[in-house]
């Protein structure tokens, strides 16, 4: 029964958005939205104080609570199959832009010097602490270089890499 609510619901929203100038269909959610907002992981509002992925590399500290932005990118798959993780990249790092000819943008191999210290992995935990064993893009509707803002329990290995075992991620209307 929740699954044919969410299907009439999607439904519903893609018709009245046919139905209305592009200046309406910008600000009315989409399918993809509304399967999102079906997810446990899936935050219905933008956490506040959110931190880009550089300076949370600078500041935080193993077992710290943590709540960063980035842009989905770091490399040309960035997503982990079977696995709700992928790699997102401080917004302040440009990413190669479409005129560039770039086919894959989200790697940014214009800014391969940059991006090693302004990266940082996203794996969404279930309560007990595992990975989530779904592919992040199916319940997210997340795609290569959509901002996200997730917030969770800050990670670092022996490199000083980041990542963050993430309960909630907010997935910004845009790309």
Do not use: H
Request: hydrophobic share 40%; net charge negative; proline share 6%.
């Amino acid at each position: 029964m929740k699954s044919f609510f969410n299907f009439g619901l999607a439904a519903l929203l893609l018709i009245a958005s046919g139905c209305s100038d592009k200046a309406d269909v910008a600000s009315t959610p989409n399918q993809e939205t509304a399967t999102a907002a079906a997810s446990p992981y899936a935050a219905e509002s933008e956490p506040d104080g959110a931190i880009p992925v550089g300076e949370a590399r600078e500041n935080t500290e193993d077992g710290q609570d943590v709540t960063l932005v980035g842009l989905v990118g770091g490399s040309s798959e960035p997503f982990v199959d079977g696995l709700a993780a992928f790699t997102i990249v401080d917004p302040k790092v440009p990413y190669c832009a479409d005129d560039e000819g770039c086919p894959t943008p989200w790697d940014y191999c214009c800014q391969t010097d940059a991006v090693k210290d302004n990266i940082a992995t996203v794996k969404i935990v279930d309560d007990t602490g595992n990975p989530v064993a779904q592919d992040a893009r199916e319940f997210l509707s997340v795609k290569e270089l959509s901002t996200v803002v997730v917030t969770g329990k800050a990670q670092r290995d022996d490199q000083g890499n980041l990542t963050v075992a993430a309960k909630q991620v907010f997935v910004r209307p845009g790309k």
